[in-house]
């Protein structure tokens, strides 16, 4: 009887959980794109070359895949909703680093090396 109570349980919230790891995912998406579209203002902004801008790009698709197993297997180790509360602070940081970034420099530490941990 107890287990029909946990799958009831757990198949009730997995529609929310379902829609906050979409959210996560959309995020991921919207903020790559966002830097694509936003080269040439970063580049006049930031007083650096479309090269460096395309590295930073470039530093967050790699530092997100290849810490995706990792977060998995912390995951497994933590339970995946502290290690989801962890990921989304970690990010969060990262995004206000980037937010006041007066170099690339923050750039890549806020957005390329902390928003890819979190």
């Known amino acids: 009887m107890n287990r029909d109570v946990d799958d009831t349980r757990t198949s009730s919230r997995g529609p929310v959980i379902l829609a906050v790891l979409s959210a996560a995912m959309f995020v991921y998406v ?14 006049e902004d930031l007083d650096t070359t479309v090269g460096m801008v395309q590295t930073a790009i470039t530093l967050y698709t790699l530092t997100m895949a290849s810490f995706m197993l990792t977060g998995g297997k912390l995951g497994d180790i933590w339970g995946s909703k502290r290690t989801f509360r962890i990921g989304l602070i970690v990010y969060g940081i990262g995004t206000t680093i980037t937010a006041v970034a007066p170099t690339i420099g923050f750039v890549m530490i806020g957005w390329s090396i902390l928003e890819g941990l979190g």
């Open 30 to 43: 919207i903020d790559t794109t966002l830097m694509n579209v936003s080269i040439s203002a970063l580049v």
